[in-house]
């Protein structure tokens, strides 16, 4: 499907940068914070009322669990409040116009455990920090629209791997932001409604950065541990076979088409 327009939030972060720049998207409105902030629902009603929005990839958030540790106020804020000002929003709209509002949320494997690993969609969300349950709240928001999905995923970008030294002792399934960008497309265009987890294979957090920072010194999790103020995952690797259900089944339609 394709939408007439799109609301991207935090296009100036690293995710909305990525979307802004893949050309997967069309008809995106991106507005700044100035226009558009989401701890301020005025804003998002003004916005909302000079322009017809028809779905909403959502990433804006403070993603820093530094911050969110350091200041959970402001974590509060922008992560849960500021995301259920923007779903009241989208609620109103829809009952005003009468049409639905696809609504992608970008969300973190950080609402589950982080202890035991290939966590499934259906698995118990215990955030192990700040940051995690922020994000769970935003889902919770997100979960009272009719045409919504939730992406449960962890993304680094190979080009800026600032850290000197990783743990090989932490695991978890985080993608390439590049191949995150792909799948957000994907699930924005698909009737798929609910909460995915969307990644790739689990491996160590050393073992997956080295690949693109030869020089990256080899630790263990407990030594990074000492060095932050919230508590970090052992293992946050994901079940990620409904993706690839789904995948698979999108691929299949696509050859379907190309062969009629």
């Known amino acids: 499907m394709e939408y ?28 700044s914070r ?12 003004n916005f909302f009322e000079k322009n017809r929005i028809d779905s909403v990839i959502h990433c804006a958030a403070l993603a820093r669990m530094r911050e969110c540790e350091e200041n959970p106020a402001k974590a509060l804020r922008t992560n849960v409040i500021g995301t259920s000002n923007l779903v009241l929003e989208a609620l109103r709209e829809e009952e005003k116009s009468g049409r639905k509002i696809r609504f992608v949320l ?20 215990i955030p192990y920090n700040k940051y995690g349950w922020t994000k769970l709240g935003s889902e919770c928001a997100v979960s009272m629209l009719s045409d919504f999905c939730i992406i449960r995923a962890s ?15 932490a695991y978890s399934s985080k993608i390439q932001i590049k191949d995150l960008v792909k799948c957000i497309s994907m699930l924005l265009n698909s009737d798929f409604v609910g909460t ?20 990256l010194r080899q ?17 946050a690797s994901m079940n990620i076979r409904l993706w690839n259900r789904l995948k698979k089944s999108s691929r299949q339609a696509e050859n379907g088409k190309r062969n009629r």
Do not use: W
Not at 106 to 125: L, W
Not at 162 to 169: G, I, L, M, P, Q
Not at 224 to 235: C, G, H, N, Q
């Open 196 to 215: 995915i987890n969307v990644g790739g294979k689990k491996i160590s957090d050393y073992v997956r950065y080295k690949k693109f920072k030869p020089g």
């Open 106 to 125: 970008v969300s973190s494997d950080g609402v589950y455990h982080g202890i035991k690993g290939n966590y499934s969609e259906t698995d118990a969300a």
């Open 34 to 45: 100035s226009v558009l902030d989401i701890t301020m629902p005025n804003s998002i009603g």
């Open 155 to 169: 993304f680094f970008n190979p080009d800026d791997i600032r850290f000197k030294e990783s743990a090989d002792d």
């Open 4 to 31: 007439k327009n799109t609301l991207l939030t935090g296009s100036t972060g690293q995710l909305g940068s990525a979307i802004m720049g893949s050309g997967y998207f069309k008809n995106i409105l991106s507005p």
């Open 219 to 235: 630790c263990k999790l407990k030594d990074i541990l000492k060095t932050v103020p919230f508590s970090m995952a052992r293992d």
